[in-house]
Nanobody, 123 residues
Framework: QVQLVESGGGLVQAGGSLRLSCAASGRTFSRYAMGWFRQAPGKERDFVAG????????DYANSVKGRFTISRDNAPNTVYLQMNSLKPEDTAVYYC????????????????WGQGTQVTVSS
């Protein structure tokens, strides 16, 4: 079992930055690939970024490439999403998720989810 708790969301002006954190419990965290997803009101949950178990492979949605960076620290079991040059269209609830081995852009392939953290970008 893995429990995930996101933090770091908030209100920021366009062009600003936020750093989201996802703290994971469980001794096998290092075996899991991690993903960040986001969901705006009335929309589907979309892939934002993924990182494999070792941190050696990452991927990003086209909409955030060059602005967001995903990273992980397996001690102390935390994955991060650094978000720069934020835009109003980045406003959403952001979720982290875990699955075995490789990340996926499909949210249905993830086994564990956090409760989400709200990010609001004002224009």
């Amino acid at each position: 079992q893995v429990q995930l708790v996101e933090s770091g969301g908030g209100l920021v002006q366009a062009g600003g930055s936020l750093r989201l954190s996802c703290a994971a419990s469980g001794r096998t965290f290092s075996r899991y690939a991690m993903g960040w997803f986001r969901q705006a009101p009335g929309k589907e949950r979309d892939f934002v970024a993924g990182i494999n178990w070792s941190g050696g492979n990452t991927d990003y949605a086209n909409s955030v490439k060059g602005r967001f960076t995903i990273s992980r620290d397996n001690a102390p079991n935390t994955v991060y999403l650094q978000m720069n040059s934020l835009k109003p269209e980045d406003t959403a609830v952001y979720y982290c998720a875990a699955r075995n081995f490789e990340y996926s852009a499909n949210p249905n392939f993830y086994d564990y989810w956090g409760q989400g953290t709200q990010v609001t970008v004002s224009s």
